[in-house]
């Protein structure tokens, strides 16, 4: 989730980016020249772009990855607590409501069966459906770059 909300905000916290080959051994990255550089302190995050498994947002370290070698871009990031929390809460809320059995992601604003029917309030006026982003808009806004 991470990931994607880093995404959706267009803002990774970049706070260095090394470029060269990477190599993954037992589902750890192999980042010497970063923490030499003190780029990289236990439990940072970073970004892992250019790889063929394992792009993404990723906390260091990890034993996780898929073994690889690859030439990319790793970037340390400097994420936020309340980034960090607000991530724990869209999966939250994606673990309860993200679902075929939802209505809050149903694409149905209202229904009629046997003499019974509701209405659904939606996102929006044009009748979306319900995602994280637009329950979570408000909050993501105080930390989405504008391009």
Known sequence: MLTDLCQELRNWFCSA?????????????????????GAIKDGQYIRIIGSTFNDGVWQ??????????????????????????????????????????????????????????YSKASSGSSGNMVTWKSVFADKLNRWRKIL
Request: charged share 25%.
């Open 17 to 37: 980016k090394y470029k060269g080959k990477f190599n993954i051994r037992n589902g750890q990255i192999d980042l010497n020249e970063m923490l030499m550089d």
């Open 60 to 117: 260091y370290p990890t034993q996780i990855l898929q073994d690889e070698t690859f030439e990319g871009v790793v970037w340390a990031l400097n994420i936020p607590l309340a980034v960090l929390k607000l991530s724990e809460d869209i999966d939250a809320w994606e673990k309860k409501y993200n679902n075929p059995d939802s209505p809050a992601v149903s694409p149905y604003q209202s229904e009629s069966f046997g003499g019974y029917s």
